[in-house]
């Protein structure tokens, strides 16, 4: 067993609230959460659209379940579907992270999510109880001043106090719960792997081959072989199972890009390669012009297919370029190189995801001698498009292709974070 005296012993809080979006929208038209049948839907003219959230009420008398399509949605007249208010529900998150604010200093907030949070405590004692009363406390306010019923999970470190939110809080009849080191082989250890906070599917099959089946096991094995299969990351898992964790609550100000992302989940299967070349352009548009925002130019260039629900499968292909860039034509053509090698021409297409990694500062790209003049106007071309998005807006300026069959630029212009606002 490990020495836990050494450990950090802090009052930590996780806060989730519960089916948000569709809490949200319930507060918005005076509805009670926890009894409304109300389905949060993306666009509520197309009949694939995702479900984005269902209420309590909704998944526990219809077993709908967030990310279901609108059409797969029970034909009830008691069911009341609305579409997406992105912005309203931003200002509800907002309200949400103000009344933690009252409970303890912003530098000791950390926003996860739209709907999740931590909150270190530790020292306030004096000014508000202890962290059962604080935690009843906040859930309380919550609720009387934004209709949002929440779940708080509380533990020594941000690791069990998130774990302890997923596993027990979520459950527990008051919507709170407490773990502390002791509390590890019997709360979690007898747990699947995939039960356990950072672990995904594929971690979790490289551990079942090692005869790695709950966290119990993953706890009892020879931390040394996890090391030599897995590096840092093995250790890192070790000492997760056995609750260890050093992060410090503390706001993610200036956080920098280890990658530049952009995905889409595509309202219908695309078949035609011209139309997929279409959206691959466009998505690596977003993530260039991200990345020249940041100054920063990234020599690993990613591409993801997922094919249509029926078929299943895709693929995710990488490579590195000698040069780093940030320019979008030299991204596109990566990308279609991976996608002419690894696409299986007439699959039915419906995920594509593009994104730029292994950075360096812009300011760092080498010039090539015999075509750096050709290199620089499009830099210079690509940042005074930029500007003149700033300020009239993404589609301001945008290619002819935009506005084929197939393009999502126009769209995607109108929404926040992925849906409208």
């Given amino acids: 067993m490990f020495d836990y005296s050494q450990m950090p012993h802090r009052s930590i809080l996780m806060l989730d609230a519960k089916s948000f979006y569709a809490s949200a929208h319930c507060s918005l038209l005076g509805l009670d959460p926890l009894t409304a049948y109300l389905a949060v839907v993306g666009d509520p003219e197309r009949s694939g659209s995702i479900v984005l959230a269902a209420s309590a009420a909704l998944k526990r008398d219809f077993g709908v379940k967030n990310v279901s399509r609108y059409f797969e949605l029970p034909r009830d007249p008691r069911i009341q579907v609305v579409k997406a208010q992105m912005s309203k529900y931003l200002e509800v998150s907002l309200e949400l992270t103000k009344i933690l604010g009252r409970f303890a200093p912003f530098d000791s907030i950390l926003q996860y999510s739209v709907d999740e949070a931590w909150i270190d405590i530790t020292g306030t004692e004096k000014l508000f109880g202890d962290k059962w009363f604080v935690a009843r406390k906040i859930k309380q306010t919550i609720w009387e001043e934004l209709r949002i019923p929440v779940a708080i999970g509380i533990g020594p470190n941000m690791l069990m106090a998130k774990v302890c939110l997923d596993l027990d809080a979520k459950k527990a009849p008051e919507g709170i719960a407490e773990w502390t080191y002791k509390d590890l082989p019997e709360r979690l250890w007898p747990h699947p792997l995939k039960d356990m906070w950072g672990i995904g599917s594929r971690m979790e099959r ?10 119990g096991q993953l706890a009892g094995f020879e931390v040394s072989l996890l090391e030599k299969r897995f590096g840092i990351m093995g250790v890192q898992l070790f000492n997760h199972a056995w609750g260890i964790d050093f992060s410090r609550v503390q706001p993610n100000y200036n956080q920098t890009h280890k990658s530049y992302g952009n995905g889409i989940t595509l309202l219908r299967d695309y078949t035609k390669p011209s139309e997929i070349k279409i959206v691959i352009r466009e998505l690596c548009d977003e993530v260039t012009s991200r990345a020249r925002k940041d100054r920063m ?54 995920n594509v995801y593009v994104s730029l990694s292994n950075l360096s500062p812009d300011q760092e790209m080498q010039l090539d001698m015999f075509n750096y003049k050709t290199k620089e106007k499009k830099r210079s071309l690509a940042f005074a498009i930029d500007e003149i998005r700033d300020v009239f807006g993404s589609t301001s300026i945008i290619k002819a292709s935009s506005l084929l069959e197939g393009g999502i630029a126009l769209e995607r212009s109108a929404k926040i974070g992925g849906h409208y606002g």
Wanted: hydrophobic share 30%; aromatic share 6%.
């Fill in 206 to 215: 490289n551990l079942n081959r090692m005869g790695i089946r709950n966290v």
């Fill in 297 to 350: 130019a990234g020599r690993t260039i990613s591409l993801g297919i997922g094919y249509s629900r029926e078929i299943m499968g895709g693929f995710s292909r990488s490579q590195s370029i000698d040069t780093p860039t940030n320019l979008e034509d030299e991204v596109y053509d990566v990308c279609i190189r991976l996608f002419n090698t690894h696409h299986i021409p007439g699959t039915e297409i419906r």
